[in-house]
């Protein structure tokens, strides 16, 4: 009898003990470490690091072809490169390797800065990512966020894809010392790629005077930055050839007159490309007009209007973000998805942003979601957050209708 007692004693205590495993872990993970992560399912990425799933484990079981440098193999580029700060520290908290992917560039210092993500980038270099490390071809992070702004349209993009952060990455760089003067294997320096176009661009086929027209403010404003922190114009690469050189190759005569004036003259030229206007130029009908008929063009060609660039980041997140009803109008109305999923949530999030109160109120009468994202955060919070009161209270209104509240 004592003894039955005392393997029942063991049972329950064995019971407890695996009861409590369980409880202190959570359920096991339905998926991936990879796939929570690339998809911000912080509970599923929680639970995979309770349960001891290496967070430097290649990732190779999911569609990480995110990155504009090609498939990412580690889950902090992953979570660097979409912006999730709370999933890129709970990983760096359990042993992620801060300098993943150096031997290729593809680093997750590299992956946040080009788009743009410094609060992540700092977080990254404070826990000792290394900034002038050189990956594939010698590019250093300074060379791979210039270079972004000349990366290829494979699917029909416009250049705004890649533009809103780019100068804010590079003036990060640069506050953090990095060498404005490095060259990479070629030689180029950061200015040379500000100063023209790279190969990239060449490939893809898009004229220097396109590139010129959609990024003028942001690469004035980035030659600026890198002029002013010291970088060399008479610097030759390996061709011979200095950013003045590669500038007038381009075509690109005003960058060619800020290097070739007197640099007392950059500071003041600096102050006067404000952000406003950059904004008169997002939200002009020239840059409408434009956007609309590069659209109409790729439909005209068979292009996919529902694709995603590398990042997920659709022709109508960018529509929705730039207050371009016109275009909105037409990619919805030849179908395109109203809730095209990403990384950055469902188009509407970056409508609700704008003042564009027509953009908002159309694609919410097309069946934009209007529910929280991964990050908790709606619509109606965007727009609070951005100071855009009146579009906060048209979703308002619209959430009163749709769900009551």
């Not at 600026?224 to 114009?233: E, F, N, R, S, T």
């Not at 694709?307 to 016109?326: E, K, T, V």
Request: aromatic fraction near 8%; glycine fraction near 10%.
């Amino acid at each position: 009898m004592r003894s039955i007692r005392f393997q029942f004693l063991i049972l329950v205590l064995a019971a407890a003990v695996v009861g409590g495993f369980f409880i202190t872990r959570g359920p096991l993970p339905r998926m991936s470490l990879g796939g929570a992560v690339r998809y911000c399912q912080v509970e599923h990425v929680r639970r995979s690091i309770a349960w001891g799933v290496p967070v430097n484990r290649p990732v190779s079981d999911v569609d990480t072809d995110i990155s504009l440098h090609g498939p990412l193999h580690d889950s902090l580029s992953i979570a660097a490169m979409t912006g999730h700060e709370h999933v890129v520290l709970m990983l760096l908290e359990a042993g992620a390797d801060v300098n993943a992917g150096a031997e290729c560039g593809s680093t997750p210092l590299v992956e946040a800065l080009c788009q743009g993500h410094t609060d992540i980038a700092a977080m990254l270099m404070d826990r000792g990512a290394v900034l002038q490390t050189c990956g594939e071809y010698g590019l250093t992070p300074l060379h791979e966020v210039v270079e972004s702004l000349c990366w290829p349209q494979d699917a029909g993009w416009t250049l705004a894809f890649w533009l809103p952060h780019v100068e804010e990455s590079v003036a990060f760089l640069i506050a953090r010392g990095a060498d404005v003067n490095v060259g990479d294997d070629e030689g180029n320096t950061p200015l040379h790629y500000a100063a023209g176009t790279s190969g990239y661009m060449q490939l893809s086929g898009t004229t220097p005077d396109r590139v010129y027209r959609v990024t003028e403010f942001h690469r004035r404003r980035m030659l600026l930055l890198l002029l002013l922190a010291g970088a060399d114009v008479s610097v030759c690469n390996g061709e011979g050839k200095t950013p003045l050189d590669v500038a007038e190759a381009a075509g690109f005569r005003e960058l060619v007159t800020i290097m070739r004036e007197d640099e007392s003259r950059w500071q003041d030229r600096l102050h006067g490309i404000s952000d406003s206007d950059y904004v008169k130029h997002l939200y002009s009908q020239d840059w409408w007009m434009q956007e609309l008929n590069e659209l109409e063009d790729l439909h005209r060609r068979g292009g996919n209007l529902n694709a995603a660039d590398p990042s997920g980041w659709s022709h109508l997140h960018q529509a929705a973000r730039s207050g371009n009803l016109s275009a909105v109008k037409f990619l919805i109305e030849h179908g395109a998805d109203v809730n095209v999923s990403s990384p950055y949530g469902f188009p509407i999030y970056q409508a609700a942003k704008t003042p564009c109160e027509d953009v908002v109120r159309y694609m919410i009468e097309a069946g934009a979601d209007l529910r929280p994202g991964c990050d908790g955060r709606s619509p109606h919070d965007m727009a609070i957050e951005r100071g855009q009161f009146w579009v906060a209270r048209l979703i308002r209104q619209y959430e009163k209708d749709r769900f009551g509240k």
